[in-house]
């Protein structure tokens, strides 16, 4: 089947725009990921080792005022604690409004959509809600800039977040027989080697058991965060001795992060991890049910290649399943937000200078009401993949109520109902929408007429 531009845009990019021209290959597509992250660097999202305020920002803060001597001194010290939340709350919409704006605006849209992908792969919410500002800068530093490179790249900086550590409770885990256990009583905690293995590479049911399970976790003891170092390996908290995963046997000497670097690395290389892996990509491009040939195509592309990751998305791309007509996958809420500003053309300076209220009036709510609070899946698998998590009455209803109230508070005028199908749908729209937006009284209706359609809510 031939490449087709304007499918390409809605599956595997952030949609039609009036703005932006559309890709006229594969080979095109996979160039721009290949090369410079452009969209990027027009809208720097500070990472996570450089973004203020920090962790330790918020600990110094917290701790002025419970050291506070005297009522003036408590009452400055609180003063810094609503300052800091403030300029956190300033990063979180400001970062938000970066990432669309990207999606608006790039023609590199192949690139945001694996962005996302990984991110929820490897998701990470806040275990307090005050460092939800972290998220983004968490996806810029470990999972953005590996999405065009070597699987196991971006498993490591995963795994050694400061995010995903706590996330997944890993900073509680201690070797039972290390010298920090001894002391303190404390043992392991699996949250971490469970989901390293049933998510992140082999996948559920892959070869590995609960003896696996429990000494991978005793091999990732030692690895830790907090305010002050981030994410370290910390040797007395480490399990001592040598830990066999899957058949093979790392440490025994002294302990080290090395260790747990390598076995990382054989996961990342383990058959299991390959299939895991590109039928993920197959269910979230492409369609519900993944064709057992392109998933063994792209697997056996996977290993062959180290696990390189653009080889796989190539043979993704270049199947004749990848281009068919059928619209098979819904638009997850935050897709469906973003390329409907990206068809309406926002402006991306109008967007930035939108205050924290009115994005989350435009955003974190309605988001929140279709089913989907930003960078809040309800479990370390993310967000689900099938139709039904989306097509609910009240999600249905979050997306219908955006789509005839925001537009018209993001962009005035707004264009012609009768013009604006074409670029949100392509030269060849549903007649029946062309009919309905062609009727409507109003601009507003009729371009709420269009994002609401089952054509648009599709890719």
């Not at 089947?1 to 990019?13: H, K, Q, T, V």
Request: aromatic letters at 8%; glycine letters at 8%.
């Amino acid at each position: 089947m031939p490449f087709d531009p304007i499918l390409a845009s809605i599956r595997f990019g952030c949609g039609l725009s009036p703005d932006v021209q559309t890709q006229t290959s594969i080979d095109d597509m996979l160039a721009l990921l290949d090369g410079p992250d452009m969209a990027a660097q027009q809208f720097p999202i500070q990472s996570y080792d450089t973004v203020r305020p920090s962790r330790l920002d918020f600990r110094i803060a917290g701790g002025a005022v419970a050291e506070a001597e005297n009522e003036a001194a408590r009452d400055a010290a609180q003063q810094a604690v609503r300052q800091i939340r403030a300029e956190a709350s300033d990063v979180w919409k400001t970062s938000t409004a970066l990432q669309l704006s990207r999606e608006i605006t790039t023609a590199d849209g192949f690139r945001e959509r694996l962005t996302r992908f990984w991110a929820d792969h490897f998701t990470a919410p806040p275990t307090n809600g005050q460092w939800r500002y972290l998220v983004y800068p968490y996806i810029e530093q470990d999972i953005r800039a590996h999405v065009n490179g070597q699987f196991v790249d971006m498993l490591r900086a995963a795994v050694m977040s400061p995010l995903l550590i706590q996330y997944l409770s890993q900073n509680r885990s201690v070797g039972p027989n290390s010298d920090n256990g001894i002391r303190t009583g404390r043992g392991l905690n699996e949250n971490l080697a469970r989901e390293i293995l049933e998510l992140h590479t082999l996948g559920v049911g892959g070869a590995y058991t609960q003896t696996d399970v429990r000494e991978f976790a005793e091999l990732l003891t030692g690895i830790s965060t907090n305010v002050k170092q981030g994410a370290f390996f910390e040797p007395n908290r480490a399990e001592p001795g040598a830990e066999t995963v899957l058949g093979r046997t790392y440490g025994g000497d002294v302990e080290s992060l090395d260790h747990i670097m390598a076995a990382l690395g054989d996961l990342a290389r383990h058959p299991d991890t390959g299939r895991h892996l590109s039928a993920k990509l197959v269910e979230h491009f492409i369609g519900p049910e993944p064709h057992p040939d392109l998933v063994a195509a792209m697997a056996r592309t996977y290993d062959q290649t180290d696990g390189n990751l653009m080889a796989v998305y190539d043979v993704m791309l270049r199947d004749e399943g990848a281009w068919s007509p059928e619209l098979r996958k819904v638009k997850q809420p935050f897709g469906f937000v973003s390329s409907s500003m990206r068809a309406l053309a926002v402006s991306t300076d109008d967007l930035m200078d939108l205050s924290y209220s009115d994005v989350a009036r435009m955003v974190f709510r309605p988001l929140t009401y279709m089913g989907q609070t930003i960078h809040e899946p309800v479990g370390p698998d993310g967000w689900a993949e099938d139709d039904e998590a989306w097509i609910t009455p009240q999600g249905m209803a979050g997306r219908i109520t955006w789509a005839m109230q925001m537009p018209e508070r993001l962009l005035d005028p707004l264009p012609d109902p009768r013009e604006f199908i074409y670029h949100a749908l392509g030269p060849t729209p549903p007649d029946a929408v062309v009919f309905a937006a062609g009727a409507a009284e109003t601009a507003s209706d009729g371009v709420g007429i269009v994002l609401a359609s089952a054509a648009f809510q599709r890719r």
